[in-house]
């Protein structure tokens, strides 16, 4: 088993730059993708292999990973970005997601 | 248009099996592997397993193992997943989700197929 972990909710205001963490052993040394969920709707990818966007994600998402934390940022936060946020590692033959973090637009 | 459309809502009893099914479009079915992912209510993505549709290999997470299958239909181009002795904590949307198999990244998802076990 590896698990991840996420905070349960972050707030930034309009216009500021939002920071997700997702926590694990040794993270850095494996591949970290991220979603991006909106109420009643299926998630999205976001960002992949650590910092690569999908064609259509805006730039203001951006993708980190090193030692035992990968973060997503999101710069110039508007509030279309308000949704759930989860992680994603493949390790020990299986995939993991973290628990999600919920983005909050003040 | 990469497309996976997935079948309707279902309720089941207790004991009883159930099979969704994900149907897709837009490209080469076989290129890719199919996951299956679901979450419970107001609760975070629980990974299933996946399926190669080249192969037909799968791998299933340990906590529903012996209780669900994946297969898969190449010439429909449509994956399934059925799970058998359902329980009440079985009660989730069930997403499918293409498989980058180099990456391992999950794109797109279906629109998910709600699933619901009563007693």
């Known amino acids: 088993s590896y698990v991840l972990t996420q905070s349960p909710s972050v707030s930034v205001a309009p216009g500021q730059t939002a920071t997700i963490v997702c926590g694990g052993d040794?993270?850095?040394?494996?591949?970290v993708h991220w979603y991006q969920q909106k109420p009643g709707q299926a998630p999205v990818l976001v960002v992949y292999e650590d910092s690569d966007r999908p064609p259509g994600v805006p730039e203001r998402f951006s993708g980190t990973n090193s030692g035992d934390s990968a973060t997503l940022s999101i710069s110039r936060v508007e509030a279309g970005d308000e949704a759930d946020y989860y992680c994603?590692?493949?390790?020990?033959?299986?995939?993991?997601f973290g628990g999600g973090t919920k983005l909050t637009v003040l | 248009q990469v497309h996976l459309v997935q079948s309707g809502p279902e309720v089941k009893k207790l004991g009883a099996s159930v099979k969704v099914s994900c149907a897709a479009s837009?490209?080469?079915?076989?290129?890719?592997?199919i996951a299956w992912v679901r979450q419970a209510p107001g609760l975070g993505l629980e990974w299933m397993g996946w399926i190669s549709t080249s192969t037909g290999n799968t791998k299933y997470a340990q906590k529903i193992q012996g209780r669900v299958t994946m297969t898969t239909d190449t010439s429909t181009k449509t994956a399934y997943i059925e799970m058998r002795n359902l329980r009440s904590d079985d009660t989730a949307v069930y997403y499918c989700a293409r498989v980058d198999d180099y990456f391992n990244y999950y794109d797109p998802w279906g629109q998910g197929s709600q699933v619901t076990v009563s007693s």
């Open positions: 837009g490209y080469n079915f076989t290129d890719y592997s």
């Open positions: 040794n993270i850095g040394s494996k591949s």
């Open positions: 994603q590692v493949w390790a020990t033959g299986s995939d993991f």
